[in-house]
């Protein structure tokens, strides 16, 4: 390791926020152990509890009709395709029904931008919801999503925002993020709202006192400079609102997809990434695995990289399916996976309060 990179190690660690031209160096230095380690002492630092946590939810894709179009997505299918579809309401409230059955108290609600819905089919679809199921969180449509949904109702962000959370939307996922600079956006998905309105949904979110996760998609046609660029953007945002619980990371699948010739990033690069992601998010308190693209082992290993959560069980994944990679779990195996690693599991709901008693 050099005595640049260890310098740079030991400021994070401190406690010092990295320049994004020392958080590059990070990024391109292929010390993963030191990388690692590192982390894991920010991690204990912000997490000195002997456990770690985990979810149960369920990703509920209430249509797969989207008009963005996005090179990177094998699920979506375009207005007017034959195996296009808008969820029916009986099964999607046997969906619900069967999360709550096996512990959870959340769904990820998301699908495309479909371009006929409208703003009160949401506040309908919400308030139904939230009538037949007042235990569940709506963790529900991504900042793309509210960005078309404003679009179509020719609203203010605020407005609509506004309307779903009184509807009964409670968080709001990371989702569609991908890699937030304008050159990689052009190249991946071209149709989709830009860097400055994800972030801009988000902030209106924030300001209107909701919470909710960030993400970054990585592993196509971005650099490491670009990967840099898109933990500052949120770091900034971060230090503006506060409004983010959580970041997770993950890398893209492309299975399936108009990327498909590219080489799929494997287990080094993804901890790599977020080892460094840890080290640079300051201002995040936690950071998730991501064991449904990377399997249980990684996921596992990503505990000792700057990871204090080991996300949800995820009873029902769709997107990261279609592109050809399915790992499946139980809440066993993720409760044994936590405890292997040294830790007690704990379960925890979408805003990191713990919701289990201790075992």
């Known amino acids: ?81 034959p195996e296009g579809y808008v969820i029916d309401r009986n099964e999607l409230y046997r969906k619900i029904q069967e999360t709550i059955d096996a512990g959870g108290d959340q769904i990820l609600l998301q699908g ?6 409208k703003l009160d089919w949401y506040e309908d679809l919400l308030r ?21 949904l404003a679009g179509i109702a020719n609203l203010p962000l605020e407005t609509v925002l506004s309307r779903l959370k009184d509807a009964g939307l409670g968080s709001l996922p990371g989702g569609g993020a991908e890699i937030l600079v304008d050159r990689v956006r052009r ?21 209107i006192g909701g919470r909710g996760s960030a993400t970054m998609m ?8 670009d990967r840099i660029e898109h933990l500052e953007r949120l770091r900034q945002l971060q230090d503006e609102t506060g409004g983010f619980t959580a970041f997770i990371c993950w890398t893209f699948q492309p299975g399936h997809t108009e990327l498909a010739g590219l080489p799929k990033a494997g287990a080094f690069e993804y901890l790599k990434t ?9 201002n995040f308190t936690n950071l998730q695995a991501s064991w449904v693209t990377q399997g249980l082992k990684i996921g596992q290993m990503a ?13 029902e994944e769709n997107v990261v399916a279609a592109a050809g990679t399915s790992f ?32």
Request: overall charge positive.
């Open 112 to 117: 495309g931008l479909h371009p006929e819905l």
């Open 1 to 81: 390791m050099s005595s640049t990179i260890k310098k740079l190690l030991d400021k994070a660690v401190a406690g010092e926020r990295l320049e994004p031209e020392e958080g590059l160096q990070l990024l391109r230095s292929n010390d993963l152990a030191a990388l690692g380690r590192a982390a894991d002492a920010v991690t204990r630092r912000l997490h000195p509890q002997p456990y770690r946590t985990y979810n149960i939810d369920r990703n509920i894709n209430y249509t797969n009709i989207c008009k963005s179009g996005c090179r990177f997505c094998a699920f979506s299918r375009p207005p007017g395709h």
């Open 187 to 207: 190249a991946v998905s071209p149709h989709k709202g830009s860097p400055e309105r994800w972030l801009e949904v988000c902030r209106t979110w924030h300001a």
């Open 274 to 282: 977020l080892a460094t992601s840890r080290l640079y998010l300051d």
């Open 328 to 359: 499946r779990t139980s809440e066993a195996e993720i409760r044994r996976a936590i405890a292997e690693a040294g830790y007690v599991p704990r379960r925890r709901n979408v805003f990191y309060e713990l919701v289990d008693a201790v075992s």
């Open 218 to 225: 990585f592993g196509h046609v971005e650099t490491p400079a």
């Open 128 to 148: 139904e919801i939230k009538r037949r199921f007042p235990q569940i969180n709506i963790h529900g449509f991504s900042p793309p999503e509210i960005d078309h």
């Open 303 to 315: 505990l000792r990289f700057g990871a204090n959560d080991f996300g949800s069980l995820m009873i």
